[in-house]
């Protein structure tokens, strides 16, 4: 069975522009969620996707949004880039089932905003 | 005072040691509790998954939480050298309009063969 996979695995972007980062969840997780990553505040939830609708929201400005598509693909953008977005984007597909939770996250997409 | 506090350690114990990771918080609308081990340049991985107070055996792996102390821990046993890694515990709260889920900054752990 396949993995989490995101794309591109590195990006470097200059300050004011966009990203879309992508992620392709294990088949049958319908469950999709986002997470950027950083030395100084660690993991941080962004939000999470089920069935094409957001379902939860982490605390993020309105620069960073995401969508899901009817296969549980899932695109992450982040608008008018800043320094300050240079992370870790993790992206993570679940499945709850008869009681239990089964998550399982990508390698990520290292971002550099230059 | 922070939601979630972590000690960032580094924590270095022998291989066989047993050890004790632990976080503490001060939200008690956090009802579910995980632990991930993330090694370096990879993902992190869910290793436990709880709700209630008391303990959650998986293998060399018992997670334990005290809600009324607002204090939850990550017990490995036998500890072996492919154990260094990255410990992070989250807590989540049950959702709404409100939903809230807050990491750990981490432990950094190295066991020694």
């Known amino acids: 069975k396949a993995g989490v996979t995101q794309t591109p695995r590195y990006l470097i972007k200059t300050r004011g522009q966009q990203v879309t980062l992508s992620c392709s969840p294990i088949s049958g997780h319908r469950s999709v969620s986002w997470y950027q990553q950083t030395p100084g505040q660690g993991l941080q939830f962004l939000f999470e996707?089920?069935?094409?609708?957001?379902?939860n929201k982490g605390n993020f400005p309105g620069r960073f949004s995401g969508r899901q598509f009817s296969n549980s693909r899932s695109e992450m953008n982040v608008s008018t880039l800043e320094l300050g977005d240079s992370a870790l984007y993790l992206c993570?597909?679940?499945?709850?089932?008869?009681?239990?939770?089964?998550?399982?996250f990508g390698p990520g997409t290292r971002l550099t905003v230059l | 005072q922070k939601e979630v506090e972590q000690d960032p350690g580094p924590l270095s114990v022998p291989e066989g040691a047993i050890v004790s990771l632990n976080c503490t918080y001060s939200n008690s609308a956090f009802q579910y509790f995980m632990w991930y081990r993330q090694y370096s340049r990879k993902g992190p991985e869910l290793l436990m998954y709880t709700y209630s107070s008391g303990n959650k055996e998986d293998g060399r792996f018992t997670a334990q939480v005290d809600k009324s102390s607002k204090y939850i821990s990550l017990f490995i046993r036998d500890s072996q050298p492919s154990d260094s890694a990255t410990y992070l515990c989250a807590l989540e709260n049950s959702g709404g309009s409100n939903y809230k889920l807050t990491f750990g900054k981490g432990t950094l752990l190295t066991v020694n063969p």
């Open positions: 993570a597909s679940s499945l709850r089932l008869a009681g239990v939770y089964t998550q399982y």
């Open positions: 996707y089920f069935s094409e609708t957001q379902r």
